[in-house]
């Protein structure tokens, strides 16, 4: 278990940022060969911070595909539109000349349409194409002429990383509680002998099941309350979408991880092993759900598990929410994987219960 | 004898009821035939299969083979489950609850209704002796207190058929006196009760004994008959003779 979790917590713990998908729309009138704006898109292509999932332009490119690309930024397909202006590389080139001349040189601009719903991948976008003006600028013209970087932010205006982590440490402490109690409730019942008295008498093992799912899916919509009335009077939070859908995917992540923790409680022949599953389950949650930095950053290898992780879907969802400010059309997703996972867990729950007679 | 006749006879009918865990066996073909209104006492050294037995007639357990009846209904008595009472070896009461508490939990769980319940529980507080603890958590009890607190759960429905799994284990011997007392009560007003002990001076009372042996069934029998066909001058005594009479 020590070697597992160290493991885990090395290959996660603030790892770089990887493939963060970004569309690029070039209408840089100057071609795609010997352009900056060719260059800087070359640079870009050689490191694997961004995955250019689509590069359009310069030919036949127009103003109609820059509309486009901010649509999939919108819809959440990607995470940023980089836009290179029509005179990109000659309102460059002039400022190039204006420097040299010491006359004063009129800035070139590349507009980033970024969702910042995550700052930490707006961020590296940002960063990024910095990264890759000064090397091309530098080493083609040993000069950098003032280029803009016009962030224009699709999601988050204002976000900043307490309303990253808000929604995170939402889905987290409602998944830790409910699956925890659970875990340990159900070890009592089983050693206090309150379990076989319950299944003699006129009560069904969904009946169980369900009420243990009603009243800690409770508790977790209750703490959740609480941990958005603090984040927002003491953090200042923004809230930009509908608050109750949020607690909604919140409560039917308490669900799923109650029933988990009863399912795994149930299955364990002691109350010994049935403790040992909750840093089995808690601690590869934690720190691959997106909770405290994206999933993105997360090596390739290990972000497959993370889309096996419920609390995943849950944080997705409540951020979406929270901060894109989507509703149930954007959600349902996120919101049907949690209600599957709800609904599989309860059913195995009493399943479970019904095999150990 | 034909179904109807049994079932108005006896609550508790087992054939040949078999539980095997991993090849090991637990109970081995048990063959039981109790009356209604019998105070039946299943005794028995630890891992004798005592437990086991009653886990499988009240459906805790699924028999490997053989079957059981419960007033004439096939385990698990799903139809008669109301009229079934059990009180489990480890209490099964919640000690975070009051007695009250616990009380009101398992009434609603058999759907009793608020004024059944509220002259119910005046009367088992009265046997068991703790009106005045109604109130109070379950964890502030004494470990005799629980006890009598879980015997009134597995009375809050007023089942016709009792099985009670050492019910008297960890109780003081005033207080188990008590605890018959109880038993008798309930079997006067026609209740049958089955309960377990590994305390053979006290099985005794019961009026008929069960004995059991690694699994097996090697007596049974009213207390004086067993201590007569033994010439023991105890249960225990006699409990020694079969099982030497079981080894040979």
């Given amino acids: 278990m020590p070697l597992f979790m160290i493991a885990i917590f090395g290959y996660t713990f603030g790892g770089d940022l990887r493939e963060v998908s970004v569309f690029i729309v070039n209408l840089d009138g100057e071609g795609a060969n010997g352009s900056i704006s060719a260059s800087i898109i070359e640079d870009l292509a050689t490191r694997d911070t961004l995955a250019i999932v689509s590069l359009i332009g310069p030919e036949n490119a127009s103003s109609s595909e820059v509309a486009s690309a901010i ?6 397909e990607i995470w940023a539109a980089i836009v290179f202006g029509e005179d990109f590389t000659e309102s460059a080139l002039e400022a190039l000349g204006n420097m040299r001349q010491g006359m004063p040189a009129i800035p070139s601009e590349i507009v980033v349409h970024v969702d910042s719903s995550n700052p930490n991948v707006a961020q590296a976008v940002v960063g990024e194409l910095q990264i890759s003006l000064q090397k091309t600028l530098v080493s083609e013209y040993g000069l950098i002429p003032p280029i803009v970087i016009d962030e224009n932010r699709v999601y988050g205006e204002g976000a900043e990383f307490i309303d990253f982590f808000a929604p995170g440490v939402m889905g987290l402490a409602a998944m830790m509680v409910t699956f925890m109690l659970s875990i340990v409730s159900f070890v009592h019942e089983r050693s206090y002998g309150t379990l076989d008295r319950l299944l003699t008498t006129p009560v069904t093992e969904g009946e169980i099941v369900g009420g243990y799912a009603l009243a800690l899916g409770f508790i977790a919509f209750i703490q959740s309350c609480v941990i958005l009335v603090t984040a927002i009077v003491a953090f200042n939070i923004q809230i930009v979408g509908n608050v109750l859908l949020a607690l909604f995917t919140i409560f039917l992540l308490g669900i799923g991880s109650q029933g988990l923790g009863f399912l795994l409680s149930s299955n364990a022949k002691t109350e010994f092993q049935a403790v040992q599953f909750m840093p089995i389950v808690l601690f590869p949650s934690i720190l691959l759900a997106g909770v405290f930095w994206p999933i993105e950053a997360i090596p390739d290898f290990l972000r497959p598990v ?6 995943t879907y849950a944080v997705e969802g409540c951020r979406s ?11 349902w997703p996120q919101l049907l994987v949690l209600a599957a996972f709800a609904a599989a867990m309860l059913l195995l729950s009493t399943y479970s219960l019904k095999k150990r007679r | 004898m034909n179904m109807a006749a049994a079932e108005e006879e006896f609550a508790i009918l087992t054939k040949d009821l078999r539980k095997e865990y991993d090849g090991l066996v637990a109970v081995s073909d048990l063959g039981l035939r109790i009356r209604k209104g019998t105070l039946y006492g299943m005794i028995g050294p630890n891992g004798s299969g005592k437990t086991t037995t009653i886990k499988m007639l009240v459906g ?43 009380l009101e939990l398992f009434s609603d769980m058999y759907s009793i209704g608020k004024g059944d319940f509220r002259r119910r529980e005046a009367e088992l507080l009265g046997m068991i002796d703790l009106e005045e603890r109604k109130g109070s958590l379950v964890s502030h009890l004494s470990g005799g207190m629980r006890h009598r607190v879980s015997l009134a759960c597995a009375l809050v429905h007023d089942p016709d058929l009792i099985f009670l799994d050492e019910p008297t284990v960890g109780v003081d011997p005033e207080l188990r006196v008590g605890f018959w007392d109880h038993f008798r009560e309930l079997r006067r007003r026609g209740k049958t009760i089955v309960l377990t002990t590994h305390y053979m001076d006290e099985a005794v009372r019961c009026d008929v004994v069960g004995m059991m042996r690694q699994g097996e069934l090697i007596a049974e029998g009213t207390p004086s008959e067993l201590m007569t066909v033994t010439g023991a001058g105890n249960l225990e005594d006699a409990f020694l003779s079969y099982a030497g009479r079981a080894r040979a």
Avoid at chain 2, 61 to 71: N, Q
Avoid at chain 2, 78 to 88: A, E, F, S
């Fill in chain 1, 306 to 311: 993370s889309y096996f992780i419920p609390l």
């Fill in chain 1, 321 to 331: 929410v929270m901060i894109r400010g989507w509703g149930i059309e954007e959600v």
């Fill in chain 1, 71 to 76: 649509s999939k930024v919108e819809k959440g």
């Fill in chain 2, 60 to 102: 805790l357990l699924r028999p490997t083979s053989g079957e059981a009846f419960l007033m004439g209904e096939k385990v698990p008595a799903v139809r008669n489950i109301d009229r079934i009472g059990y009180m489990p070896q480890e209490m099964g009461i919640y000690t975070d609850l009051s007695v009250h508490e616990n």
